[in-house]
């Protein structure tokens, strides 16, 4: 997990450069995952989107990150540094650590015993559960893994079905129960746990009031987005009127007569830093629609899943 010590003498964009090397280096984060988004991590972390694009960058420099467009960084396979390189490199880090305890006044037996303590806490964080949430959507699939993540205390990392195969190490996977035994087939060795999501019930009332001559507006990030999120909205209310719908990947430049034709205006929490600054006074007032995981669900997979 990212943790900034914001006492430290250490520049915060240091300190979350060299943890981000740590996770894809131990394996945390694995060849082909993707990050989250410089906005998410920069909320999650109080820092500046800034910041965090800033490390992204510094680690694509040293190959460790590749940017594709419309996907954020994602991890590259490493190429491993030459052993006289490693050790050379190695060899600084040990050496400034040891002078910086020394200067602390430690003696030799405090500094063998600290270094003995760290590499036993090493050992035990290289075995963390490695936790994935497969799903079809991109967009959905960020939002439940975001909630199991922060229900869990641990990174839940959220993957499509078509990759499935490249986290054949994972030791929980969660899939909607429609999917189960497609998962339990493409990954036998995992712990496989369903789940189930649903609509804020302020947005399914608010829909379900809406007559069948008004529009439902619906904004997303992705395309694939929309047909999920749309069925889901008329298959939970009475609604039978027009919905029309768009991705803010395509641009944002037919976003302004779009919003003009609209009643109800729904976002997805991915697509509101773009669309926010298109929205003018006669707008109407946007609601963001967030998928969540049943309760139900996120306490067996709480109970099931070892703190």
């Given at each position: 997990?990212?943790d900034?010590?914001r006492n430290?003498?250490?520049?915060v964009s240091?300190q979350?450069?060299?943890q ?13 995952d ?8 920069g909320?999650?972390?109080d820092?500046?989107?800034h910041t ?6 510094t680690?694509?420099?040293e ?58 806490l ?5 075995i ?27 990174t ?8 499935l ?10 899939a ?13 060795r995992?712990d ?8 804020p ?10 007559r ?10 992705y395309?694939?987005?929309?047909p ?29 007569s ?17 669309l926010l600054?298109?929205l003018?006074?006669?707008a ?24």
């Amino acid at each position: 997990m990212l943790d900034i010590n914001r006492n430290s003498k250490t520049p915060v964009s240091e300190q979350l450069v060299e943890q981000l090397r740590y996770l894809i280096a131990s394996g945390q984060y694995a060849v082909d995952d993707t990050l989250p988004s410089t906005r998410k991590l920069g909320d999650r972390l109080d820092l500046s989107f800034h910041t965090v694009r800033k490390a992204y960058k510094t680690l694509e420099e040293e190959g460790l990150l590749e940017s594709r467009v419309g996907s954020g960084y994602t991890v590259r396979e490493r190429v491993p540094l030459e052993k006289s390189e490693r050790m050379e490199r190695g060899a600084e880090i040990v050496n400034d650590a040891l002078q910086r305890l020394i200067g602390l006044g430690l003696s030799d037996g405090e500094v063998e015993y600290l270094f003995q303590e760290q590499a036993s806490l090493l050992d035990h964080s290289s075995i963390e559960r490695k936790l994935i949430l497969a799903g079809a959507q991109p967009e959905i699939n960020a939002l439940c893994a975001e909630q199991l993540s922060d229900a869990l205390q641990q990174t839940v990392r959220p993957v499509p079905f078509s990759r499935l195969e490249k986290h054949e190490d994972a030791d929980f996977v969660f899939a909607p129960y429609r999917r189960l035994p497609h998962v339990i087939r493409s990954l036998p060795r995992a712990d496989v746990m369903g789940y189930a999501t649903h609509l804020p019930a302020r947005i399914l009332e608010q829909v379900a009031r809406l007559r069948d001559d008004e529009t439902l507006g619906l904004i997303t990030r992705y395309r694939d987005t929309i047909p999920a999120l749309s069925g889901d909205l008329r298959q939970h209310t009475a609604y039978g009127g027009q919905v029309i719908a768009a991705s803010i990947e395509e641009g944002t430049e037919h976003l302004e007569s779009f919003i003009d034709q609209t009643d109800v205006l729904l976002y997805t929490p991915e697509s509101r830093r773009r669309l926010l600054p298109v929205l003018d006074d006669d707008a109407p007032s946007p609601e963001e629609v967030r998928v969540q995981v049943s309760q139900d669900a996120v306490e067996a997979i709480v109970e099931a899943v070892p703190a």
